[in-house]
């Protein structure tokens, strides 16, 4: 009992003590509070409407394969790329860091088109492997085969799916070919069988697995 006491006793004279210093705290507290949940209300929210509002033209843009007015704009909606400019820390800025990496590599503009896609920050389990699996696209366009290898693995496990999985797969397998590797993109196709039969018999892939092991 004594020692509960004496313990109570220190809890009081430490709050007491630093009394000041506690208040300090949780004022400082409450104002970070007040300015995260002011700036989302006042400031960020209205943005990302303003975002929103730009962004819809592009899109149509985009959905027409007018890919340089989504990019630039047409002198009375903004384009993709001054939407990221002027919608930092938006979902609407970063969502067009995607459009615009596809975009560019509609365009041909393949380095562009893999910075911009690099940029976009991704959650979505559908929309993360599209973006990583057209950076290898974009990478091998460029020749940059074993590059662009990575890059189809990393989309094809960021999320397990029926779509872009086997996509995917199928996509490095074809590199591994291109790269003389029939082992491994025989391996990929076997792979694409036994765990994707919907998508493998859909993309015959019987024919690619012989193909492999003649080559191999």
Known sequence: MQSVEKVLSSTELFFEENQKLLIRIVI???ALLAIFVGT?????MPREKEAQSQMFVAEQYFESDSFNL????????????????EYKFTRSGNLSKYYAGISFFKLGQYEDAISYLKKFKAKDKMVAPV???AIGDALVELGRLEE????????????????TSPMFLMKAGQVHEKLGDYAN??????RIKKDYPDYAR????????TRAKMNG
Do not use: V
């Not at 009375?76 to 400019?85: K, P, T």
């Not at 993109?185 to 076997?190: I, N, T, V």
């Not at 859909?202 to 697995?209: G, V």
């Open 148 to 163: 662009g290898l990575n890059f189809y693995y990393k989309a094809a496990d960021l999320s397990d799916n029926s779509f």
């Open 131 to 133: 973006a990583a699996g």
């Open 185 to 190: 993109a025989g391996k990929l196709y076997e």
């Open 202 to 209: 859909r993309r015959n892939i019987d024919k690619y697995i």
């Open 40 to 44: 989302k209300r006042f400031y960020l």
């Open 28 to 30: 400082a507290i409450l």
């Open 70 to 85: 989504a990019l630039y704009g047409d002198g009375n909606y903004s384009g993709f790329l001054n939407i990221i400019d």
